[in-house]
């Protein structure tokens, strides 16, 4: 996302905008070429050289703060790597403990100094292995400034292996151990992801976020969970309006806490918050409205509201998302066992009156039963406690959960639910899991 320095809005009356760019504008699209092509041109070069030439790059008619927030958004896609056949700390270690026999070296006449240098650079170049002009530049390779990009987006590299050492192939195809998720770097990529990137950036100092969904509801919520955001869920009607039940619901809408006024304005939180954003863009028509503070002492604060009219599109994916490591790990654990029970991302609605409760997984039997889980890991003592009541007025027999034993809660605080409480340590075993549905699964199931 774009630092604080490189945020452009716009504060009048009771509103905060985002100064959003044109992304047809030819000034601005050719201000991403030639931002484009300089990275590019970069590949296999240190950082501290492409740093410099954004710093002298100067495009007419481009605000500094643009050109320099799109080469923001760009470095996010960059891949820097130390490039030494050998470790710096080793090349540095055995270059002072050489050196340091001929102490002190810089008191010596000019002429001396340098062949003494050189001296030393030999024979340790020598010993490494490693030619002389590797072993200088090796020294310092683990600077920030002297790492080298390797990757930028879909391009790579040719000389050099993931792990920093030279390679006799010609192309950097990434980690043998997880595949690298490229990104074609276009000019249309760029200018409407900085977009979305201004809009992230007002959110910061947000106090309160409500959006209101009307699609993919799924998809939204497993992103809310997935940053951690603390969140109360209400159906709603075509227009908007919170409707009674989640049978008269058209869609849904969920009020998320900031950070002002969770956590003293605490810029973490803030950060998750802006990065939740780019999931609603997801979904087919969405609106947000959101409390920003914009002077701490006063508590003064002004709207920032955004809906799918504003054309900003997201680089999220509307595949399979886990809010934490947990449950992440209870599904890849699951694809290995070999029950007969099936683990499904949870698209079950629980009605609760005012709001609603989306659970985490649904499990089911090949003859039809079916149990609904919901994972409960840290939160904070008052959303644990709003948690809880949220639990304890769902009326589902098959509803089954498993808890962190580091919460300070017992299991006659899940009210009906518990005898259906399943205490985990580090993480859920996928057998104690399947014993719990064996015991409540049931062949009815709830109606979204």
């Not at 000034?27 to 070429?33: K, P």
């Not at 340091?100 to 002429?111: A, E, K, S």
């Not at 998809?219 to 049978?247: C, E, Q």
């Not at 149990?371 to 098959?398: C, H, M």
Request: with cysteine; net charge negative.
């Amino acid at each position: 996302m774009l630092t604080a320095d490189l945020t452009r809005s716009r504060t009048t009356g009771t509103e905060i905008t985002p100064l959003f760019i044109d992304p047809t504008d030819e000034r601005y699209r050719e201000t991403a070429r030639e931002l484009i092509e300089l990275f590019e041109a970069h590949l296999d070069e240190p950082e501290g050289d492409l740093e410099d030439a954004i710093d002298q790059l100067t495009v007419a008619d481009t605000d500094y703060k643009i050109v320099q927030g799109l080469a923001k958004l760009l470095t996010d896609e960059c891949e820097f790597e130390v490039v030494a056949p050998v470790d710096p700390r080793e090349i540095r270690r055995q270059l002072f403990e050489r050196a340091n026999d001929q102490y002190p070296i810089v008191r010596q006449p000019t002429l001396g100094e340098d062949t003494q240098k050189l001296d030393v650079y030999s024979t340790i170049a020598d010993e490494l292995g490693i030619s002389l002009e590797t072993c200088y530049r090796g020294m310092y390779a683990d600077l920030e400034a002297n790492k080298r990009l390797v990757r930028i987006g879909t391009r790579t590299a040719d000389r050099y292996q993931s792990d920093g050492t030279e390679s006799s192939t010609t192309t950097l195809t990434g980690n043998s151990d997880e595949e690298y998720e490229h990104t074609d770097l276009t000019v249309d990529w760029l200018l409407t992801r900085y977009n979305l990137a201004l809009a992230q950036a007002v959110l910061y100092d947000a106090t309160e976020m409500r959006i209101r969904i009307w699609d993919h509801f799924g998809t939204v919520f497993s992103y809310v969970k997935l940053f951690g955001l603390m969140h109360r869920l209400y159906p709603i009607d075509a227009d908007g309006t919170r409707v009674s039940s989640t049978d008269l619901a058209a869609g849904y809408e969920a009020m998320l806490d900031g950070p002002a006024s969770l956590f003293s304005q605490s810029r973490k939180y803030g950060i998750r918050l802006a990065n939740f954003l780019p999931a609603l863009p997801l979904c087919n028509r969405w609106e947000m409205d959101a409390e920003v503070l914009i002077d701490e002492a006063t508590g003064e604060t002004r709207q920032f509201s955004l809906d799918h009219t504003e054309g900003l599109d997201s680089h999220y994916s509307a595949g399979e998302r886990f809010d934490s490591d947990v449950e992440r790990t209870l599904a890849q654990k699951w694809e290995r066992s070999t029950t007969e029970w099936e683990l499904q991302r949870e698209d079950d609605v629980f009605d609760l009156g005012a709001e609603v409760m989306i659970p985490d997984f649904a499990i089911e039997h090949p003859d039809g039963r079916r149990v609904i889980l919901e994972v409960v890991g840290f939160w904070t003592p008052e959303y644990l406690e709003s948690k809880l009541e949220k639990i304890r007025q769902v009326e589902a027999d098959n509803f089954v959960l498993a808890v962190s034993e580091q919460l300070d809660c017992a299991s006659d605080e899940f009210g009906s639910a518990a005898d259906r409480v399943l205490w985990f340590k580090t993480g859920i075993h996928v057998y104690d899991v399947v014993e719990l549905a064996e015991m409540f699964g049931k062949q009815s199931e709830i109606t979204p």
